[in-house]
């Protein structure tokens, strides 16, 4: 049987991510979108991650255009929403 440990993912910059690099820590993975009517959420996942991190908190937030086309951004502009709004 599998666990998430096997899998890798792409980040936003194409490279290959091992979910074993995550092994040990808690993990929340959220679907994420930068046009959406809950983008407020980022600000109570920045909060959860700065409180939790030192304790192996991480978060992988993906972003998601399959619910109602609400992350069309490219890479970049997602990257550059991400930097300027957010966090």
């Known amino acids: 049987m599998k666990s998430i440990y096997d899998f890798s993912v ?7 991510i091992s ?10 993975i959220v679907n994420v979108a930068s046009r959406c009517g809950f983008t407020s959420q980022y600000t109570g996942l920045q909060s959860l ?4 991190k030192d304790k192996g908190f991480e978060i992988l937030a993906f972003p998601c255009n399959q619910f109602g086309s609400q992350e069309k951004g490219t890479n970049d502009e997602i990257k550059e929403f991400r ?5």
């Open 49 to 52: 991650y700065e409180k939790y």
């Open 19 to 28: 979910l074993e690099k995550f092994k040990g820590k808690t993990l929340l």
């Open 10 to 16: 792409k980040d936003i910059d194409h490279e290959e």
């Open 83 to 87: 930097s300027k709004e957010i966090f």
